[in-house]
């Protein structure tokens, strides 16, 4: 196919796994991805969760980053609003210096938690303005400067006449991201709605919209960022709208062995649906074969190799997209590891 495909990855755990054997089965997806093809590796942060253990998504993409060689790791995303913008930089120009030309900053709005836990974390608010100017700091710390503005200070006998106090000459050097400046880490912005989109138009950033968990928003938010995108922003990071979007799949070798081991995702659907949280159940034959239409939700795709290959493909040319960003539950994370080789072999072929 024309474009390529990168995983998206939460560390989910399973029923009877460990939190340790979750963190550890996301390093493995991270080595087989980069062997299988693979353009990207991110991680998304989530706090709070029983089912994802992707909370600190930069120690992760560190561990992922040290133990492959090629693959790009990033966020999928970092919420700004939970962290300062220095200390964002800090940790992620860090993994830029360790690993060059590897590293991508996907940033986000939203908390990635539920109202309370999102109470302890967040530094502020989720204001475009805020935003806005978070991303800009983002922007110029990993460009770097140590330029200084000098304050001349107010001398004694000026002071008394001025009924001041006096202030002595200070050299006020700009805050600096070391490491990080320098580093240029490329940003994306994550978004699941038409405000995301606007977002990521009016600063001029290439957009990873999550189709995989809002599809019925795709054509209204990709319209908008198209229209909209400011190649002069400050903060651009790229010359043209550049979309990715997500698709949830599972893949084997016939159809019903993929729906049944898709039965593990749709019942963590609902039980995201219905706010509750732990870790993946086992599959179930339960519904298997009866499904009707399973094309309605284009990013949701279950099916054979090149069944699951011609959808993304049909989605791909929907939305005329620049790349595809998959994810994929299973309980055993063998099943999944070969699910994503399988959908890589088909998608070079």
Request: a negative charge; one cysteine or more; hydrophobic letters at 40%.
């Amino acid at each position: 196919m024309t474009v390529p495909l990168s995983i998206l990855d939460l560390a989910p755990t399973s029923t009877g796994r460990s939190r340790r054997d979750a963190l550890d089965d996301s390093l493995r997806l991270a080595q087989v991805a980069e062997q299988a093809g693979y353009k990207r590796f991110w991680m998304a942060e989530h706090h709070g969760s029983a089912t994802f253990m992707s909370s600190a998504t930069a120690l992760l993409l560190g561990r992922a980053a040290e133990h492959t060689s090629t693959i790009r790791v990033g966020s999928g995303g970092v919420m700004l609003p939970n962290h300062s913008p220095l200390m964002v930089a800090e940790y992620y120009g860090t993994l830029a210096t360790l690993y060059p030309d590897r590293v991508d900053l996907g940033l986000g709005r939203a908390p990635g938690t539920d109202p309370v836990t999102a109470a302890e974390l967040r530094r502020g608010g989720a204001d475009l303005n805020d935003f806005a100017a978070d991303v800009l700091k983002l922007k110029r710390f990993f460009g770097g400067s140590d330029d200084a503005t000098v304050d001349h200070g107010v001398p004694g006998s000026q002071a008394s006449t001025l009924g001041i106090e006096p202030r002595a000459h200070q050299i006020r050097r700009a805050v600096r991201a070391i490491p990080g400046e320098g580093t240029h880490v490329p940003l994306w912005m994550l978004g699941s709605s038409t405000g995301g989109a606007q977002v990521a138009a009016e600063l001029g950033l290439p957009f990873s919209f999550a189709s995989h968990f809002a599809p019925t928003h795709i054509a209204a938010a990709l319209q908008i960022y198209r229209d909209r995108f400011k190649a002069d922003a400050e903060t651009a990071q790229v010359d043209r709208p550049t979309v990715m979007a997500g698709v949830n799949v599972m893949v084997a070798e016939t159809d019903r062995e993929a729906q049944y081991q898709a039965s593990t995702h749709t019942k963590l659907q609902s039980q995201l649906r219905f706010g509750s949280t732990g870790p993946l159940q086992p599959p179930s034959w339960d519904g298997v074969g009866t499904r009707v239409n399973p094309g309605v939700d284009p990013t949701h795709i279950v099916g054979t190799p090149a069944d699951v290959a011609e959808r993304i493909g049909h989605f791909v040319e929907a939305f005329a997209l620049d790349e595809v960003i998959v994810t994929c539950y299973a309980f055993d994370p063998a099943v999944r590891e070969k699910a994503l080789v399988s959908l890589a072999e088909e998608w070079s072929a």
